[in-house]
């Protein structure tokens, strides 16, 4: 339909015309998400007009087409200057019920009276200073469909304009919602107007740090928040921090129900949110009380993880949500995650259940092997399982046995393989950095950050990247913290540990020693050709020679020390004993 004619038709201001044409244009535009740039200027006029509309009385089929008809709109980045004034923004919020708490600055609006829609769902003019109500349950029959359109309207607004942000920072929306959330019980509220309060609470607190700030702190976001996971996905507490399905007590996790569709999508939100009030936390000490907080969220936490959606992929999105989340706890409250009892059919581990991070190490996999953005996504799993492998003495010991079980093949170099170790050293040499780093310091706190276990699972090739960036070349072991070994080397290994080549972690036919048969000045001559070839190589740039320091970093070397090298015998010192067997207790 002509933008033209239907303005024409909407500035006679009869509800019956404007209704005819806004109906008929909805359904036209109902799929459209890109929009003819010659017509911005009758999109804007048709935006400035549905508002005058709005704050009218209108009868309710009217209001409704008149808030899809925004709701289009709003799609079309360009055109939202008829939206983003304070007025505009106000006046939808208060169509979706949550302006009822904001007490708008001074200058809110540009008239002296304001529309406001009480909570039965009319209008009533009233002075544009509102005073904060207190919260009240919702009415019996409210108009649910034009909340969802109201809100609907305002995540788009806010998705495309920085101005609309601040105003919706300013006019305190964030209390509304929150306000709102509270009643996650209340059989009022029906799916989708729960789903849409929070994905605005979500932009909210993606685009506002303030906003964010807010939720987390003066509206217990944490508490608030939880409060809706557990009411989403029915929960219980049988034991303190153990959380289970209602009617579905003692059950192991794989014979729970799968979650539905509307349950997954909400409790997806719910994690956003959190992830985004939660984004510094492991970066700051927390006090008793917060801890407290945060092993509750890692309670729920552990049962997403341990729960299945409606579908492969689902259930991989609400696990992908839930380990990010899980990333951002404090570390010493991960202990939540091995709280519950070991029941039948539970992974056992040194008198522990397991269940939640035998998930964990599953789901990492998974990632790895479909190669797809591994920065993306296998980090924050790989990322999760290095830091509690190191806090927490049993989580390392089981997946060590999973990942760097007695090494057996010696035949083999350790980046060939299909077995886990194989993957992970092989993500060593990776050409993004933070995915070789990440899988280097995982595979190196399973072996408690000791050099020479370090190398014996991976080569000295793939493990000299780690040991450089740490002043570790000369072997030795990091400052972390962690318990005696005994030996418990195999019988395999044990017999070809003499002939492995340190370098490439493989056993390795003895090869012809080259110089065999050289007098010295042979010897010496070639040693000053290899000297004279790195020169020449390194003043052309195309390589720099590096040295060992004694601090077991590299520096770089100079042509006098190139020199010395050819003259002077090299001095392989012998390592000291290795106090690290390779048996945990």
């Known amino acids: 339909m002509d933008l033209r004619v239907i303005i024409e038709q909407m500035e006679t201001e009869e509800q019956d015309k404007a209704l005819a044409v806004l109906q008929s244009f909805n359904k036209e535009m109902s799929?459209?998400?890109?929009?003819?740039?010659?017509?911005?200027?009758?999109?804007?006029?048709?935006?400035?007009?549905?508002?005058?509309?709005?704050?009218?009385?209108?009868?309710?089929?009217?209001?409704?087409?008149?808030?899809?008809?925004?709701?289009?709109?709003?799609?079309?980045?360009?055109?939202?200057?008829?939206?983003?004034?304070?007025?505009?923004?106000?006046?939808?919020?208060?169509?979706?019920?949550?302006?009822?708490?904001?007490?708008?600055?001074?200058?809110?609006?540009?008239?002296?009276?304001?529309?406001?829609?009480?909570?039965?769902?009319?209008?009533?003019?009233?002075?544009?200073?509102?005073?904060?109500?207190?919260?009240?349950?919702?009415?019996?029959?409210?108009?649910?469909?034009?909340?969802?359109?109201?809100?609907?309207?305002?995540?788009?607004?806010?998705?495309?304009?920085?101005?609309?942000?601040?105003?919706?920072?300013?006019?305190?929306?964030?209390?509304?919602?929150?306000?709102?959330?509270?009643?996650?019980?209340?059989?009022?509220?029906?799916h989708e107007v729960r789903f849409f309060d929070l994905r605005l609470t979500f932009l909210l607190t993606a685009l506002r740090v303030d906003v964010r700030a807010q939720l987390a702190q003066e509206l217990h976001g944490i508490k608030l928040l939880g409060s809706q996971l557990e009411a989403t996905l029915c929960l219980c507490w049988p034991d303190p921090l153990v959380t289970a399905r209602m009617g579905y007590e003692g059950f192991p996790p794989e014979e729970l129900p799968q979650l539905s569709r509307q349950q997954t999508e909400l409790a997806i939100e719910i994690l956003k949110i959190l992830f985004n009030i939660t984004f510094d936390t492991n970066r700051r000490k927390v006090d008793e009380e917060e801890a407290v907080e945060y092993?509750?969220?890692?309670?729920?936490?552990?049962?997403?993880?341990?729960?299945?959606?409606?579908?492969?992929?689902?259930?991989?999105?609400?696990?992908?949500?839930?380990?990010?989340?899980?990333?951002?706890?404090?570390?010493?409250?991960?202990?939540?995650?091995?709280?519950?009892?070991?029941?039948?059919?539970?992974?056992?581990?040194?008198?522990?259940?397991?269940?939640?991070?035998?998930?964990?190490?599953?789901?990492?996999?998974?990632?790895?092997?479909?190669?797809?953005?591994?920065?993306?996504?296998?980090?924050?799993?790989?990322?999760?399982?290095?830091?509690?492998?190191?806090?927490?003495?049993?989580?390392?010991?089981?997946?060590?046995?999973?990942?760097?079980?007695?090494?057996?093949?010696?035949?083999?170099?350790?980046?060939?393989?299909?077995a886990l170790r194989n993957k992970l050293v092989r993500l060593m040499t990776h050409i993004d950095t933070d995915v070789k780093d990440c899988a280097a310091e995982f595979l190196f706190v399973l072996c408690k950050e000791s050099v020479s276990r370090f190398i014996k699972y991976t080569g000295y090739g793939n493990a000299a990247g780690l040991l450089a960036a740490r002043g570790l070349l000369r072997g030795g072991r990091d400052s972390g913290i962690y318990s005696e070994d005994e030996d418990s080397e195999t019988e395999e290994y044990r017999e070809a540990k003499p002939h492995i080549n340190l370098i490439t972690g493989v056993l390795e036919e003895e090869q012809p020693n080259p110089m065999e048969g050289m007098t010295d000045e042979q010897k010496e001559y070639e040693a000053m050709k290899l000297v004279n070839m790195f020169d020449r190589l390194s003043r052309t740039n195309l390589i720099q020679p590096m040295q060992l320091n004694s601090d077991g970093k590299m520096r770089e070397m100079t042509t006098e020390d190139l020199n010395k090298l050819a003259t002077n015998p090299l001095f392989q010192s012998q390592e000291p004993a290795d106090p690290d067997s390779e048996d945990e207790t």
Not at 170 to 181: M, T
Not at 384 to 403: A, G
């Open 31 to 190: 799929q459209c998400f890109t929009f003819n740039r010659e017509e911005e200027q009758e999109r804007k006029r048709l935006g400035e007009l549905v508002l005058s509309f709005l704050s009218k009385e209108l009868q309710p089929s009217c209001l409704l087409a008149c808030l899809e008809t925004v709701r289009i709109l709003t799609r079309d980045k360009e055109c939202l200057d008829p939206f983003i004034s304070r007025s505009a923004m106000l006046t939808l919020a208060h169509y979706s019920g949550i302006a009822h708490l904001a007490a708008p600055s001074q200058g809110l609006l540009e008239e002296s009276k304001e529309v406001v829609v009480e909570k039965d769902g009319k209008e009533a003019a009233e002075d544009s200073s509102v005073t904060v109500k207190e919260s009240s349950p919702p009415s019996e029959n409210p108009d649910q469909e034009v909340i969802i359109e109201a809100l609907k309207s305002i995540c788009n607004i806010l998705l495309h304009s920085l101005t609309a942000q601040v105003i919706a920072a300013d006019l305190h929306f964030i209390d509304g919602v929150a306000e709102r959330l509270k009643q996650c019980n209340h059989p009022t509220w029906n």
């Open 295 to 418: 092993r509750y969220l890692g309670a729920l936490l552990r049962h997403c993880l341990m729960s299945r959606a409606d579908g492969e992929e689902r259930t991989e999105e609400f696990h992908s949500h839930t380990v990010n989340l899980l990333g951002n706890l404090p570390l010493p409250c991960l202990d939540v995650l091995l709280l519950p009892k070991v029941e039948h059919g539970s992974i056992e581990y040194m008198g522990v259940n397991m269940d939640a991070v035998n998930m964990l190490l599953e789901f990492m996999e998974k990632k790895l092997d479909r190669g797809h953005k591994l920065k993306e996504t296998l980090l924050p799993s790989l990322n999760l399982l290095t830091e509690s492998s190191r806090i927490h003495r049993e989580t390392r010991k089981f997946l060590r046995s999973k990942v760097l079980p007695p090494l057996r093949d010696v035949k083999n170099r350790p980046e060939i393989g299909s």
